[in-house]
């Protein structure tokens, strides 16, 4: 599966390694402060996203969305929570080569990241996984959003990528519940996207759990 670039990360190393070795050869450097801030905050982002796509990573992605599970309980807020899967990537990168492979990943996070509301949040989580998280959202609202980004996602221009290609997603979409933990989540969507594809391509599967039975005594 095409990996995350790392030419970024090369860069920062790079100019570190040349800052280094001015103030070596030529003592203080008056330029150094404002290098070395770009240079971290190169580095910030370095670390809270995915290089290829511009997502958030895994790791940032899973902050949010625990983030967002703390808020739900303060709130009492129901938020959606989706995995969504390129169909047949292994097949495109066999028929067309990792530069394509590649581009379909960049060009389905550009769509999304495009799209959805500044507090929604959109991250990579596997090679071929992206994850959204939705805020104040409930599971038909989120139904809607995924059915945009498909339309979106069908409308780009596929064939200018590679000649005959067409691009379709999955989708495992999940709401949350009573004593959820963001790998709880992210496996119930996660199962849900197998039930999706098992489906077929561009399908939809959901995993909402039930609310708690309740008791009259409960309120006495």
């Known amino acids: 599966m095409p990996a995350d670039g790392d030419q970024p990360l090369v860069n920062a190393r790079q100019q570190l390694t040349q800052l280094i070795k001015q103030i070596k050869e030529n003592g203080k450097q008056d330029n150094l402060l ?5 240079v971290l905050t190169q580095l910030e982002s370095l670390t809270k996203h995915d290089q290829l796509t511009g997502a958030l990573n895994r790791r940032t992605l899973l902050s949010m969305l625990d983030s967002e599970l703390a808020r739900s309980y303060r709130t009492g807020h129901t938020f959606s929570f989706a995995v969504i899967s390129v169909d047949h990537l292994e097949k495109i990168l066999e028929q067309h080569g990792q530069a394509v492979a590649r581009q379909v ?45 498909k339309k979106r996602v069908a409308a780009c221009d596929w064939n200018a990528v590679a000649p005959g290609l067409q691009v379709t997603f ?18 119930r969507a996660t199962s849900a996207l197998q039930t999706a594809k098992a489906k077929g391509s561009d399908s939809i599967a959901e995993a909402e759990l039930p609310l708690p039975e309740y008791l009259p005594e409960e309120d006495e």
């Open 105 to 149: 990943l960049q060009m389905v996070a550009k769509e999304a990241l495009d799209m959805l509301r500044t507090l929604d949040s959109f991250g990579r989580v596997a090679a071929n996984e992206f994850a959204i998280v939705m805020p104040t959202t409930w599971l038909d609202q989120s139904l809607k959003a995924i059915a945009r980004l």
């Open 170 to 187: 999955s989708t495992g979409l999940t709401t949350n519940a009573i004593k959820d933990t963001a790998e709880i989540m992210l496996a």
């Open 34 to 38: 404002p290098t070395l801030q770009t």
